[in-house]
């Protein structure tokens, strides 16, 4: 599977990019482009506890 795009939002994000990341998830959608979404319990600061996560996907993905 080729994964073009991964993101990440807290569900409480102070500045309210998890909204914005389900409207781009359902356009990607839409189009049929692979991605992965993870919303995450949390907003938008001291998220360091997510970088492990974060960083294995996208280092799996990197060419």
């Known amino acids: ?3 073009r795009d991964s993101l990440d ?3 409480s994000d ?3 990019l998890n ?8 356009r990607l959608e839409k189009y049929k ?5 993870d919303e995450f319990k949390g907003g938008h ?3 360091q506890y997510r970088y492990d996560k ?3 996907i996208i280092s799996k993905h990197l060419k």
């Open 1 to 3: 599977m080729c994964i």
């Open 9 to 11: 939002a807290g569900s």
């Open 14 to 16: 102070e500045f309210s």
């Open 19 to 26: 909204i914005g990341a389900r409207i781009f998830c359902k």
């Open 33 to 37: 482009i692979k991605f992965i979404y």
């Open 45 to 47: 600061f001291n998220i």
């Open 54 to 56: 974060t960083f294995n």
